[in-house]
């Protein structure tokens, strides 16, 4: 047998791997996990070695699960990889549509192509079915596999909705899959999302349990190496085309539960004095009922009671190394970034992950605090990133864009409230924040002028002559003033770099006809990037001008073009009254930016002229007409 797991270094799907690796380890065994908060970094998941390899992938990424499964020569899959925290799903479900349905059916037709799987196994859940109501009779139903499925949250419907994908490829395609439902799973290595970790870290750190609701909801509670014996004994024994269900003995609400751990923990205090209520889920199902008849035929059958299984998790959990068993609570630099896809962004990624930061996207919307908040807490970064901002938009590819009727909302979200969410956000968790805003808020004037000191970074906007720079001059203000003790506060201008986009000041005015020639700070990528990437390492908290030294202007940047790339590339040069009359619709900010900071924390930091020039001698740049 040839294995692929995903979600292997996942909870279960980490004690599945360690099984396999210890009574089977003459099958080669590929483990694809993304790494999510809930993941563990243990290096006997996180390195590969003998038959066993580690890839740390998407499940979304079709062409690298096709490449696996063809260069491995993959057999059967165990699909274990899943968003499982029911309280997250409420807050921001897509989530949970991309990856337990959209990248269910991803694997599905990566599978499906590569034609060699004898066998799929898809992990699913109890919840599928929804909450056990009353017969007829008035007596409670159990569901059994054949039981309608009536999921009531969105990550329960996510899970349905894969399993549908999985039986219309059984049908359709001839895939041999089964699927498997279990019952809540709990024991060693579980994340602290979940409820008996939780309760057991809470107890440990001397805080009252926080019991959702009324703490009346049963759950049936399955002990890991319990759930493990289960799958395996489908993966070896199961019957293609079907469902098993994986049921437990030991019910009980949510409310005894704590009141055993506290027992375990805290055997001389009073469950009263050590639980607080809060608010419930959107909603939550009272029971989750099930027997797994089919699966006692193969032979299965629960192992361990709730307080052996129970003693031995605590012993677990009293002993574990937080800070280095899971993503979430690693000393690993993580970073949460908005605007990660957009042209800075893109190059950004690039410089944190060669200096060892984990780089997490953002899929929640800035301006929706709500699904930020959700998004933080399930995620938790140790730094939070904003390239976010609106600049241009649909027929515009410059700041005008803003400039046009009914753009002043757009510009007000998109520029100033998103940023001042994650702002809040990263302030209320204590999380350090980089926002990277713009120096296109000053101009010169009789105390700042192109000969004289620039810019200082304590310096307020003065400049207000387009709707762009004088909201982002107001949002700079704020990150200054109400933030400075969570945010370092990037002021970027002109951006140039190596990369030959729309986005680049040099690929932009070698496209225009007519330029204005002003002497301006500017910004290499190449050269800022690292620096702030530094800054962030160093937890720095300040404003920073971070721009290279010196000034150039466009028409030094135009002669070097004409003279390094193309011969016959020709201009016009106009003043700045022609400019804002006839050309574009709003001013445009013209300044020197003070650099002593950014030169403290890089003394080699090279001259903008000397860095253009360095470009424009060893990258191509093409003009868009």
């Excluded at 292997?8 to 483990?31: E, S």
């Excluded at 304590?458 to 107001?474: A, C």
């Excluded at 070698?510 to 800054?535: G, R």
Aim: charged share 25%; aromatic share 10%; glycine share 6%.
């Amino acid at each position: 047998m040839r294995l692929l797991v995903t979600g292997g270094c996942g909870f279960i799907g980490a004690a599945f791997c360690r099984r396999i690796k210890k009574q089977h380890p003459y099958l080669t065994l590929v483990n694809i996990d993304y790494l999510y908060p809930c993941s563990t970094i243990s290096s006997d998941l996180i390195s590969s070695h003998d038959n066993y390899t580690f890839v740390h992938g998407d499940i979304k990424n079709k062409e690298l699960l096709s490449n696996i499964l063809q260069d491995y020569n993959i057999d059967t899959v165990v699909h274990f990889a899943a968003q499982s925290h029911v309280d997250t799903s409420f807050t921001n479900p897509l989530l949970y549509t991309y990856d337990n349905t959209i990248g269910t059916h991803i694997i599905l037709e990566a599978c499906r192509l590569y034609g060699k799987i004898k066998k799929f196994i898809q992990i699913s859940t109890d919840e599928v079915y929804g909450e056990n109501i009353k017969n007829i009779n008035n007596n409670m139903s159990v569901f059994t596999e054949t039981s309608l499925l009536k999921p009531t949250n969105p990550y329960a419907a996510s899970k349905a909705s894969a399993e549908m994908f999985v039986h219309s490829y059984i049908h359709s395609y001839n895939l041999p899959a089964i699927v498997i439902r279990s019952n809540n799973v709990y024991g060693p290595g579980q994340y602290d999302e979940k409820v008996l970790p939780k309760f057991i870290f809470q107890l440990l750190d001397n805080q009252k349990l926080t019991i959702q609701g009324s703490g009346h909801q049963l759950r049936s509670f399955l002990y890991v190496e319990d759930a493990i014996d289960a799958i395996l004994c489908v993966m070896f024994q199961g019957k293609i085309g079907e469902i098993y269900n994986i049921s437990s003995n030991d019910e009980i609400s949510i409310r005894t539960l704590a009141t055993k751990l506290l027992a375990e923990l805290k055997p001389t205090e009073t469950i009263e004095d050590n639980i607080v209520f809060i608010e419930d889920r959107n909603f939550n199902d009272k029971r989750y009922w099930i027997e797994s008849e089919s699966l006692k035929q193969l032979g299965w059958k629960q192992q361990w009671s709730l307080d052996k299984g129970l003693k031995e998790t605590i012993d677990w959990f009293r002993k574990v190394d937080r800070c280095n068993y899971w993503v979430g609570n690693s000393n690993n630099k993580k970073v949460l970034v908005w605007g990660l896809r957009g042209w800075i962004g893109s190059q950004f990624n690039i410089v944190l992950r060669n200096r060892g930061w984990q780089v997490v996207e953002a899929q929640s919307r800035a301006d929706n605090k709500k699904d930020v908040l959700a998004e933080v807490e399930k995620v938790r970064p140790s730094h939070i990133l904003s390239l976010i901002g609106r600049t241009h938009g649909e027929n515009f590819t410059t700041i005008d864009y803003l400039e046009q009727p009914g753009k002043l909302k757009e510009n007000i979200n998109d520029n100033l409230y998103g940023p001042l969410v994650l702002a809040g956000i990263a302030k209320e968790k204590n999380i350090h924040m980089t926002y990277i805003g713009t120096g296109c808020i000053f101009e010169f004037d009789e105390n700042h002028t192109q000969d004289n000191t620039g810019f200082i970074e304590s310096d307020k906007p003065n400049f207000f002559g387009s709707s762009y720079s004088t909201v982002k001059g107001f949002t700079d203000r704020i990150m200054q003033e109400q933030f400075a003790d969570t945010c370092l506060n990037v002021r970027i201008r002109m951006p140039i770099s190596s990369h030959d986009n729309p986005r680049n000041f040099i690929s932009k005015i070698i496209s225009y006809n007519k330029i204005c020639s002003i002497p301006n700070s500017m910004t290499v990528l190449d050269d800022i990037l690292p620096i702030i990437a530094d800054c962030m390492d160093k937890n720095i908290k300040k404003t920073l001008n971070a721009v290279n030294p010196g000034l150039i202007d466009h028409r030094t940047i135009l002669e070097w073009y004409r003279q390094l790339q193309n011969s016959k590339h020709t201009w016009e040069e106009i003043d700045t009254n022609t400019l804002v009359n006839s050309y574009v619709k709003g001013a445009r900010s013209n300044n020197k930016l003070d650099t002593t900071l950014i030169e403290s924390y890089a003394p080699d930091l090279p001259n903008i002229k000397d860095s253009v020039r360095f470009i424009l001698e060893r990258f191509t740049f093409h003009a868009r007409l």
